[in-house]
């Protein structure tokens, strides 16, 4: 078992994406922040070693000491302070700058020449310093060669912020591109997923193969799975109607010969032959008429309650026309009721069909939408049922009452598709009516 949560496909992808961009962008800002700093370095290294070899070259010997010919150094070299300095030192006399004024710079002895340092300068300047050691006639000169870094320095830090704000803009541009093409790129997921809604709700028969080839394979299985069980469904369902249509007629025929040899047989062995041959008949009702309301309808359609209950109210009404059947409907138009069509007409057929065997002359009927699912409630003036007597009535088979047609299947089967879907059954007396009232709640 993972130890993972799982997570929405596009927040994987969001994520990914969002730390290879973030790793990505950093890695750039240093490298950008980094190559001005080396290459500025190393272009004023190499102006350094340029000077640093114009200076030798202007080293002349005047008698016991050296000097330098003014004309050899630049006049940034003169100016006190002025950022550029150099120091020398020929044969143990060292040569100083004048920019260097009295300051002395604190040269370092190089494992190796040429080679670079940093220094502090006059007025703490942040000297890069170019050190080498050059020989000239037989003398060998070591020489120190310094520009200030802090103007420089100064900039780069600036252009680092500047490119630091740019990188941002960028970064959020970047991101709000990528959350787009990730959109734009799940969509196609997304649309499957509208359609497996509309499928589940029965608005559709088969979902939208029109989609990338990535996603086809698992379309068409659903399709071809949706298919299969709509398939065996139906055959199911036209079998069982068959099979009562088929019975009808041995019934019958085992009816007449059982009329005609009632007076052969013993009393009591002819009544229970015609107490089952009666059950079988109306057992085969009940199933040629869920048949005929069930009707061609697929297996996947939902119940659409304010165009099918009325339907179903009109047939009892030609079935009952001695009673009369009442009902309000409080719902969108339109609204449906999440659950299979058959399966509403079953049970409701069977809530009605009850309702009318013990009916006086009303049956009401009531639908609503609330915020906790569906409520149904159908209500009848017959004599109704003991209280001690309600919770009976949903089991398989009971009877309270023998005098009655039914079969006693009704009611139970009615609690097995609340139950299917997870609903509620309640049993009580109607209060307006008088007789037995069945509340139905389905989620």
């Given amino acids: ?181 990730v959109r734009a790129s799940l969509c196609p997921l997304d649309r499957v997923r509208q359609d497996c809604r509309r499928l589940q709700e029965g608005e559709i028969d088969r979902l939208d193969e029109a989609v990338p080839p990535e996603l086809r394979p698992m379309v068409e299985e659903i399709n071809h799975l949706q298919d299969t069980m709509q398939r065996r469904l139906s055959r199911s369902r036209k079998a069982l109607g068959n099979l009562a249509h088929a019975l009808k007629t041995p019934i019958t025929l085992i009816d007449q010969v059982l009329q005609r040899s009632r007076d052969t047989l013993p009393a009591e062995t002819a009544e229970r032959l015609a107490e089952g041959v009666s059950r079988m008949r109306r057992i085969t009702d009940r199933e040629l008429r869920q048949a005929r309301m069930a009707g061609e309808a697929r297996g996947s359609q939902r119940f659409e309650v304010a165009r099918e209950l009325p339907r179903l109210l009109g047939m009892f009404r030609h079935l009952h026309p001695e009673k009369t059947f009442t009902h309000r409907v409080d719902c969108p138009a339109g609204a449906l009721l999440r659950a299979d069509r058959e399966d509403m007409y079953e049970l409701v057929g069977n809530l009605l069909d009850n309702a009318a065997k013990w009916a006086a002359s009303h049956i009401d009927v009531a639908v609503s939408q609330e915020d906790d699912g569906w409520h149904l409630t159908i209500a009848d003036d017959g004599p109704g049922v003991p209280t001690d007597s309600l919770q009976a009535l949903a089991q398989r088979g009971t009877r309270l009452d023998e005098s009655r047609d039914g079969h006693g299947l009704g009611l139970a089967i009615v609690r097995e598709i609340v139950e299917l879907y997870a609903g509620e059954l309640t049993f009580a007396r109607s209060a307006a009516l008088g007789g037995l009232e069945v509340r139905v709640r389905l989620p």
């Fill in 1 to 181: 078992m993972s130890r993972f949560k799982p997570r929405h496909i596009q927040t994987r992808l969001t994520f990914w994406l969002l730390t290879s961009v973030l790793v990505l962008v950093a890695l750039f800002w240093l490298v950008a922040a980094r190559a001005p700093v080396v290459l500025t370095k190393n272009y004023i290294a190499d102006l350094l070693a340029h000077d640093a070899e114009v200076l030798v070259l202007g080293v002349e010997q005047t008698g016991d000491a050296p000097r330098l010919d003014p004309a050899y150094a630049t006049p940034l070299y003169e100016r006190p302070y002025s950022g550029y300095y150099y120091q020398l030192d020929v044969a143990g006399t060292e040569l100083r700058s004048r920019s260097l004024w009295d300051f002395e710079l604190q040269s370092r002895k190089l494992e190796s020449f040429p080679g670079t340092y940093h220094a502090t300068g006059p007025a703490e300047q942040h000297l890069l310093v170019y050190a080498d050691r050059i020989q000239k006639d037989d003398t060998w000169i070591e020489v120190h060669v310094a520009a200030d870094l802090s103007a420089l320095e100064e900039r780069i830090e600036t252009f680092r912020w500047r490119f630091a704000v740019l990188t941002l803009i960028m970064l959020g541009m970047m991101l709000v591109g990528q959350r787009l093409i």
